[in-house]
């Protein structure tokens, strides 16, 4: 899991277009698709710091015994938890 969490976080590294400030920034979204600036937001900051937090709760929950259902429950948390992190931090 851990190894998974960073090959995610050294792929958010290539996925995206950076500002002057090295923070990803979404691309030129195609004409027909609505929401797209918010998925590709949620799909980066998922890379670049949710997967890890989240397979952190996930390895949480696995070590302490618990069914596969509350570990993806944990790992969705963590993702929720990093992104809402993101959202304060650039505010």
Not at 8 to 13: K, V
Request: proline share 4%; hydrophobic share 35%; with cysteine.
């Amino acid at each position: 899991m851990i190894s998974a969490a960073v090959r995610d976080l050294c792929q958010a590294e290539f996925v995206a277009r950076r500002d002057n400030q090295n923070f990803p920034i979404p691309s030129i979204p195609p004409e027909d698709c609505t929401g797209y600036a918010l998925k590709e937001w949620t799909l980066l900051n998922t890379y670049g710091a949710g997967s890890l937090l989240g397979k952190s709760c996930q390895s949480t929950l696995k070590i302490a015994g618990h069914s596969k259902e509350i570990e993806e429950k944990g790992y969705e948390f963590g993702k929720h938890l990093a992104l809402a992190w993101q959202v304060m931090y650039f505010k």
